[in-house]
């Protein structure tokens, strides 16, 4: 069964800096791209950041860029997110996710979410 655990979210003044985790079990982590998503009340999921299978190639959306920087530990089957600089709107529940290949291009697992991790920006 995939389980996958996020960590290390937190309550943090404008400006401050938090690393999420990502701890992922139940499937071959080392053969799939990974990406964080984060959902804040009454708005939808929001895709944030991807890093394929070898970490070659990260692509962040525009409203994190400069700011985030993702990585991973294939031989820790984890997920990393530094999150600097943080602003009001990046408060939010965060969730990782694994695609179904080593691409960022590949679709999504359909596994389920797991709990995710709230980051709290105040201002």
């Known amino acids: 069964q995939v389980q996958m655990v996020e960590s290390g979210g937190g309550l943090v003044q404008v400006g401050g800096s938090l690393s999420l985790s990502c701890t992922v079990s139940g499937l071959p982590f080392v053969s799939v791209a990974m990406s964080w998503f984060r959902q804040a009340p009454g708005k939808e999921r929001e895709w944030i950041a991807c890093?394929?299978?070898?970490?070659?190639?990260?692509d962040y959306a525009d409203s994190v860029k400069g700011r985030f920087t993702l990585s991973r530990d294939n031989a820790k089957s984890t997920l990393y997110l530094q999150m600097n600089n943080l602003k009001p709107e990046d408060t939010a529940m965060y969730y990782c996710?694994?695609?179904?290949?080593?691409?960022?291009?590949?679709?999504?697992?359909?596994?389920?979410w797991g709990q995710g991790t709230q980051v709290t920006v105040s201002s």
């Open positions: 890093i394929d299978k070898s970490g070659g190639t990260i």
């Open positions: 996710r694994a695609h179904l290949y080593g691409s960022c291009s590949a679709p999504f697992r359909t596994d389920n």
